[in-house]
């Protein structure tokens, strides 16, 4: 590989099994030369196989929910102790939405459940951030990417509440971009990538259409979880400094695309 982040240090939350896009990711920064500490909510890390993860990328893991800032403080904390400094990249790869998951219609919605979706799959961003920035976690130059899907700019029926925590995740990233920026020239980004196959994207209702649909509109075809895992790299690495507040589309070209000849030709004649 390239040794794009080499000596680079960061905290990577998300891999739940080996399909997440976080879990790609923790890969990649490996083979770059990254060390990390990985996080996931404590209930998934009984689900999943990060230990298998950590093992293969000699990581340690800090439980955190990503919604509860005792434990974002203590992971900080952790992390700069386990990697020995601060910080040079985040990954936030976290979403999940109680309506889609009990079935709930957008125009149906139980609010408890729209606030805790929110809580997780948007506010714990800025939770995250502001725990960085109140501990001085991050080292210049620093770089903190979140996952984000087209539904926030353009609707998705069965997208549901996602399609507004989306929008939110990605306000935020402009607005703490600013301050973290002014403040300690750390980059603040959103990727916006193709549906992809994982635990998260398969509990959106007719998935499978959707992602066949996405692959026939994009003039290149859907970006895989791999490949987002290489477009983080490059913007966790040193070649992307003055990439910053951006929501950066990374989806073979759908958001641009407003109809393909093969999506047309299943209405033509
Ligand atoms: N799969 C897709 O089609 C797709 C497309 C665009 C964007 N995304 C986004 O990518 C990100 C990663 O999702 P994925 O597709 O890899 O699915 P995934 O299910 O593998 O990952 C979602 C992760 O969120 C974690 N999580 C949930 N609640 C949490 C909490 N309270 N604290 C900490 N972690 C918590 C889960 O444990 C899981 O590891 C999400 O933000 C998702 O919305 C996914």
Request: aromatic share 10%; net charge negative.
């Amino acid at each position: 590989m390239y040794n794009l982040l080499k000596g680079k240090k960061g905290i990577i939350f998300g891999a739940l099994d080996e399909n997440s896009i976080a879990w790609k990711t923790a890969e990649r920064v490996h083979e770059e030369g990254g060390t990390f500490v990985l996080t996931n909510a404590p209930i998934a890390m009984r689900m999943g196989q990060i230990k298998a993860l950590a093992e293969k990328t000699g990581s340690e893991i800090v439980p955190a929910d990503a919604t509860n800032l005792e434990d974002l403080q203590a992971l900080v904390e952790k992390s700069m102790e386990i990697l020995g400094g601060k910080l040079d990249f985040v990954l936030h790869s976290i979403g999940m939405s109680v309506n889609v998951r009990k079935g709930k219609h957008y125009t149906d919605q139980n609010y408890d459940f729209t606030t805790k979706g929110w809580d997780v799959s948007a506010v714990s961003f800025h939770k995250v951030l502001q725990t960085l920035h109140k501990n001085d976690a991050m080292n210049e130059w620093g770089s903190i990417v979140a996952l984000t899907y087209m539904a926030a700019q353009r609707t998705f029926p069965d997208y549901n509440d996602m399609a507004d925590n989306k929008a939110y995740l990605e306000s935020i990233a402009r607005s703490f971009g600013y301050f973290y920026g002014k403040d300690k020239k750390v980059r603040v980004n959103t990727i916006s990538q193709s549906p992809t196959p994982t635990t998260a994207g398969q509990g959106v209702k007719g998935f499978d259409g959707f992602i066949a649909y996405a692959d026939m509109m994009s003039p290149l075809g859907n970006a895989t979880a791999g490949e987002c895992a290489d477009y983080t790299v490059s913007l966790f690495s040193d070649l992307t400094k003055k990439v910053t507040m951006q929501n950066l589309y990374h989806d073979g070209g759908f958001s641009n695309t407003g109809v393909s000849n093969e999506v047309m030709e299943k209405f033509m004649k």
